[in-house]
């Protein structure tokens, strides 16, 4: 069964910084997805990125990028020049790759805040 | 991405009653899914429901409590039924999607119930 941590319930940092939120995952699979979703306290859950596993390449999204690591089955995210707007629960998912279910596997979520 | 949409966006109930939570979407879908969140807490997958068939409920959920209708391609109700204080959570809709060729879920903003 696959399994997705996210080691840190809550982290805070001024305006303008960059930050690292971590998710690591435990999987047997080959190839699978890996998402990040944002929560706002509108409540409204956002696609931020994602990643294919058979691409070595890290996907970006504009502020957003993360760092891939397969062989220690880590996923985190990078988010620069951080904004007020990004304030917001983070949480990160697992998928298999052809799954007809769609099923995600959740982290715990990360509580983001961003400091003016 | 699809336009998800979901009534009521909060409630407060009397325990022992039901409330239908109605979940819409701008296109046609074959899977749609159902969440609860807890409080500061990450996503709990209650059942996914295909337009035509039953909804496949997951380990502790059970149709009496959350029965689910999905009368056509854009359309499903949850009910929450005899609710307790313990109801009292967040109940995210989600549909199957793709974003950049991968497939992935896209959420509707959720209902907050409090059960008192």
């Known amino acids: 069964a696959q399994t997705v941590t996210q080691s840190q319930p809550e982290m805070s940092v001024q305006e303008a910084e960059t930050v690292t939120l971590s998710c690591t995952y435990d999987t047997s699979e080959n190839n699978y997805y890996l998402f990040w979703y944002k929560q706002p306290p509108s409540r409204q859950m956002i696609l931020v990125i994602r990643?294919?596993?058979?691409k070595q390449q890290n996907a970006t999204e504009n502020r957003f990028s993360v760092n891939f690591q397969k062989a220690a089955k880590s996923f985190s995210l990078k988010i620069s020049d951080s904004q007020l707007g990004d304030t917001a629960m983070y949480f990160c998912a697992f998928m298999r790759f052809g799954d007809s279910n769609y099923q995600l596997i959740w982290g715990a979520g990360t509580k983001l805040i961003i400091k003016p | 991405s699809a336009v998800i949409s979901q009534k009521p966006s909060r409630d407060i109930c009397q325990r022992g009653t039901s409330l239908t939570i109605q979940c819409q979407v701008d296109?046609?879908?074959?899977?749609m899914f159902w969440y609860r969140q807890q409080p500061g807490q990450s996503l709990t997958l209650i059942a996914t429901?295909?337009?035509?068939?039953?909804?496949?409920?997951e380990s502790g959920f059970v149709i009496d409590k959350f029965p689910i209708s999905r009368p056509n391609l854009t359309f499903s109700t949850l009910t929450v039924s005899n609710m307790s204080p313990e109801d009292s959570s967040i109940y995210l809709c989600s549909v199957e999607g793709l974003a950049g060729g991968l497939e992935t879920q896209y959420f509707g903003p959720g209902t907050r119930l409090l059960v008192l």
């Open positions: 990643q294919e596993a058979y």
């Open positions: 429901a295909n337009q035509g068939s039953e909804a496949t409920y």
């Open positions: 296109s046609q879908v074959t899977m």
